[in-house]
């Protein structure tokens, strides 16, 4: 109840116009790269306060992973959640206010709303406004709700989709139909398949001990390289977009504004590389297979038929790696086969993001029904705790 309030809230917000701001869908990024945007941005279309979505959250999430990642896990067990939390709301913050101030030099202001650089102040703080309260909203969820962010993520997801299927004729092209049952299906198989290495502890000697082992998903970083690729394709494209506003008269800005799109076979490849190189860089950070290695060592436990220490961290340094780039190198070959239809002229360019959204929204809906499932179990045992 307290996601779907949360939902709820953030959706009213999205009928809350920017100020002096022309209401006509805009006409920058169109296509693909407009679908992309949708994904993580929110009433974009409707120019309201929360057109920034959930990208601020997402980025800040992944520089705040990321930081932590590279500290020791000693270091990580002094840091509270209350502080990692003021953390993530201080890099949003940041997040917000860059891309509201690039995202205001794309927006048509109205000549009769006053002067230009006080109407784009008023609207960079509406939308850092937005971004503030979507930050809260998902930060709030995660202690309250059900889902953490992914119910505003899922947000993004539908409504962009349902409304780009049904202005673009998404049934007379059966060709990305195809590619998104793919991608459905790989992103379940990978969500819901796992990996056991099966343990030897040497705290446990009952019947239980065949039972222990090591899991990894065969999709370790799920589809997160897909969501934080999304994100992080539209910070150097927005700020192109700035310095090609400011700079009207220089032809490399103009060129590279034109080119970074994904209606251009660079733009395309830069999304695709982006896809597998987040893949391998958080598969990496986030497990760290070393640093499993050595805490399995140091308790005394070992993979089964393996050595402890060195052996055991060469073992996962290469399976981690294989899964993270068989798995990102699957999303990307959906995503490929779409852009490259796209490219051709066979479907419609806003159809070329359909699979990454049916992808990000397959994965959601696994995560949400398995974390409804823990919730479940956890009420049908309470009795005996």
Request: with cysteine.
């Amino acid at each position: 109840m307290f996601a779907a309030l949360v939902v709820f809230i953030y959706l009213l917000c999205w009928y809350v116009p920017l100020y002096g701001v022309t209401t006509k869908p805009t006409t920058d990024g169109v296509g693909g790269q407009y679908f992309l945007t949708m994904l993580v941005g929110g009433g974009r279309d409707r120019q309201s306060m929360m057109t920034l979505g959930v990208a601020p959250y997402i980025n800040a999430s992944l520089l705040v992973q990321v930081a932590f990642a590279f500290r020791s896990s000693a270091s990580r067990a002094k840091v509270s959640k209350v502080r990692s939390d003021r953390w993530m709301l201080r890099v949003a913050l940041a997040f917000a206010f860059i891309m509201a101030l690039m995202r205001s030099f794309g927006l048509s202001l109205d000549p009769n709303a006053g002067p230009a650089g006080v109407v784009r102040l008023v609207v960079t703080l509406e939308m850092f406004a937005g971004a503030l309260l979507t930050t809260v909203l998902c930060m709030l969820n995660e202690r309250r709700g059900a889902g953490a962010s992914m119910p505003v993520i899922l947000v993004n997801v539908v409504v962009p989709l349902a409304r780009g299927m049904g202005d673009n004729r998404f049934l007379d092209f059966p060709d990305v139909g195809l590619v998104c049952a793919a991608a459905i299906a790989v992103t379940v198989l990978m969500e819901n398949s796992l990996i056991r290495l099966p343990l030897q502890r040497v705290s446990i000697h009952n019947v239980h001990a065949d039972q222990n082992y090591l899991a990894y998903k065969r999709a370790p970083m799920g589809i997160m390289p897909v969501m934080f690729a999304s994100s992080a394709f539209l910070l150097p494209y927005f700020l192109v977009n700035m310095l090609a506003s400011l700079h009207p008269e220089n032809a490399a800005l103009a060129a590279a504004h034109d080119e970074l799109v994904l209606t251009r076979p660079l733009g395309a490849a830069v999304y695709l590389v982006l896809i597998v190189v987040l893949s391998l860089l958080f598969s990496f950070l986030m497990l760290n297979p070393r640093e499993t290695a050595h805490q399995l060592q140091r308790n005394g436990d070992s993979i089964v038929g393996m050595y402890a220490g060195g052996q055991t961290a060469r073992f996962l340094t290469a399976l981690v790696a294989k899964w993270s780039f068989l798995s990102a190198l699957l999303q990307a070959a959906c995503m490929a086969v779409s852009l490259a239809l796209s490219l051709s002229g066979a479907i419609p360019a806003a159809l070329a993001m359909t699979p990454a959204s049916t992808m990000i929204l397959a994965s959601i809906v696994c995560s949400l029904v398995q974390e409804l499932k823990s919730y479940y179990r956890y009420d049908a045992y309470r009795f005996f705790m």
